[in-house]
């Protein structure tokens, strides 16, 4: 079963950039397709970013809120998976996951990300 460790959050204003990295173990990371979600004060956690395997020719979806500001990539050979966050806004404010898809029972902590000025 998956453990994940995810780092890169901070405070940041708006327009500004982040980069989330997520460091996966206790399973075949290359094989599998990886996602980030996010959870927001008093929300539901939700779909941000997906990747494929490469076998699945590293096919990569997006939330529509997101779509155009983000980009999810992979690194295999270091079992990480990153998320590039371009012009933050701050409805972006929320603690950032990553997991498989379909997602494991074991979650991160997470890390957090606030856009404010």
């Known amino acids: 079963q998956g453990q994940f460790v995810e780092s890169g959050g901070g405070l940041v204003q708006p327009g500004g950039s982040l980069r989330l990295q997520c460091s996966a173990s206790?399973?075949?990371?290359?094989?599998?397709?990886m996602r980030w979600y996010r959870q927001a004060p008093g929300k539901e956690r939700e779909f941000v970013a997906h990747?494929?395997?490469?076998?699945?020719?590293?096919?990569?979806t997006y939330a529509d809120s997101v779509q155009g500001r983000f980009t999810i990539s992979r690194d295999n050979a270091k079992n990480t998976v990153y998320l590039q966050m371009n012009g933050l806004k701050p409805e972006d404010t929320a603690v950032y996951y990553c997991?498989?898809?379909?997602?494991?029972?074991?979650w991160g902590q997470g890390t957090q990300v606030t856009v404010s000025s």
């Open positions: 997991n498989t898809n379909p997602p494991g029972p074991h």
């Open positions: 990747i494929n395997s490469a076998a699945g020719g590293l096919v990569r």
């Open positions: 206790g399973f075949t990371f290359s094989r599998n397709a």
